[in-house]
Every structure is written in structure tokens, then in C-alpha cells.
């Protein structure tokens, strides 16, 4: 399977709690978006990697949130002290970037759908 | 004013029919766009991209892209059951990241 891969596809964690997601990108993807959506609502916009630099984070992504891409290939995103406000599914997505052109297509992986108890 | 807007539906149309799906976005700096089709406990499917004013078809979607009135829209036509799921617009400036609408339901009825 050469697509986005996400684990795990579920975790239940209690309050208080941190966890740790997964996402290995397309193999020759230079970008990594990682989106979090909500019952009823778009994906929301969490942060992004351009190969291994993190250019940008989001007003939602709280101080509990941190996002790593060592190397430049799969990424992590852990939220510590969980919160129920925390509960979504939390997808990961790449692109390539050619050039710098910016009209890259993402495709996204199965994501991670967090329940906070 | 959210930055992409869509109508949550949800949008019934009978099989064999058009279903017409609009999206509104307010940065007039936006230069790609895109809608995704999402199926219920799934992840976001690109199925259509436009980046010039006009209309682009691939099989059975149409996208149009109206930059002036800052509107982009999606026919499906021939409309299956199968087609019936929530779909999303999405837009970007160049070098930033994709805002999403909160989507658009369709159901085909058979």
C-alpha cells in the first residue's frame, strides 16, 4: 500500500492522559499536513511540514500539541494532558509541493479517531 | 464570515438526476480549488481540482470556477446512490494550506 498511513485507527484515553499519533506520508511527498475534524464539521487545519521544517501552526494547536517530521518522513503528533475537547479524528495528509508552485493536491490517510473519557 | 462556506444540507436528489453543490470562499487571494468527497467514517477523497475560471469535466463531475463572483461549484451528473456522502470544498492561496468547508450532505435516493 504506497498511501498515507495512519496508526492507530482508534484511541481511548482518559483525561489527563498523553498520547502519540503516527503518519507516514507518500514516499516521494515533500509536504505533511496534519488536520483535525470534528461530527459535522470540515477538517480544521492543525499544522504543516515542508520536508522536515515545521512552517506553520495553528491558532487551535494549543501548547499541549506538539507535531515533529524527523528527517523529513513520517510524523508525529502527541497531545499531552488530554482533554474531552480533545475527542476528533485527527487526520494526516501529503502532497508534493513541485517548485513551489502551491497547488499541490493532499491526499489523506485512514486518520486517527482519539475518544478522550 | 467563515473564509469557505457551504450549505450542510442535506441535498436530495433522485438517481439519474443532477445534484449541484456551491461553495463560497472570501479570500479573493485564493488560487486552488478543490472538493473532496467524504464518506461517513472515512478520510477526504480528492475527486475534482480547478484552478482557472471556466469549467473542467472529468467523467461524470463538473467543476466550475467563478473567481469574479468567488464562487465554485460541482455537478455530478447521473447521480448514483453510491454518490451519496458529504462533500467538501476546499480552497488555497499559493505556498499555504487548504481551508476546508464544513461540507455538503448528498443523498441519492434510488
Known amino acids: 500500500d504506497t498511501g498515507v498511513s495512519q496508526n492507530p485507527r482508534h484511541k481511548i484515553t482518559k483525561r489527563g492522559q498523553n498520547v502519540t499519533f503516527r503518519c507516514d506520508p507518500i514516499?516521494?511527498?515533500?509536504?505533511l499536513y496534519w488536520y483535525r475534524q470534528t461530527l459535522g464539521q470540515g477538517p480544521e487545519f492543525l499544522t504543516y511540514?515542508?520536508?522536515?521544517?515545521?512552517?506553520?501552526k495553528s491558532r487551535l494547536l494549543s501548547d499541549r500539541f506538539s507535531a515533529e517530521r524527523p528527517k523529513g518522513s513520517f510524523s508525529t503528533l502527541e497531545i499531552q494532558r488530554t482533554e474531552q475537547g480533545d475527542s476528533a479524528m485527527y487526520l494526516c495528509?501529503?502532497?508534493?509541493?513541485?517548485?513551489?508552485?502551491?497547488?499541490?493536491?493532499?491526499?489523506f490517510g485512514s486518520g486517527t479517531q482519539l475518544s478522550v473519557l | 464570515q467563515k473564509e469557505v462556506e457551504q450549505n450542510s444540507g442535506p441535498l436530495s436528489v433522485p438517481e439519474g438526476a443532477i445534484a449541484s453543490l456551491n461553495c463560497t470562499y472570501s479570500?479573493?487571494?485564493?488560487?486552488?480549488f478543490f472538493w473532496y468527497r467524504q464518506y461517513s467514517g472515512k478520510s477526504p477523497e480528492l475527486i475534482m481540482f480547478?484552478?482557472?475560471?471556466g469549467d473542467k469535466e472529468d467523467g461524470r463531475f463538473t467543476a466550475q470556477l467563478n473567481k469574479a463572483s468567488q464562487y465554485v461549484s460541482l455537478l455530478i451528473r447521473d447521480s448514483q446512490p453510491s454518490d451519496s456522502a458529504t462533500y467538501l470544498c476546499?480552497?488555497?492561496?499559493?505556498?499555504?494550506?487548504?481551508?476546508f468547508g464544513t461540507g455538503t450532505r448528498l443523498l441519492v435516493s434510488p
Open positions: 495528509a501529503s502532497s508534493l509541493d513541485i517548485m513551489g508552485q502551491g497547488n499541490e493536491k493532499l491526499f
Open positions: 479570500d479573493r487571494g485564493s488560487q486552488s
Open positions: 511540514f515542508q520536508n522536515e521544517a515545521q512552517l506553520e
Open positions: 476546499a480552497v488555497n492561496r499559493s505556498f499555504q494550506k487548504l481551508v
Open positions: 480547478i484552478y482557472s475560471n
Open positions: 514516499s516521494e511527498h515533500n509536504r
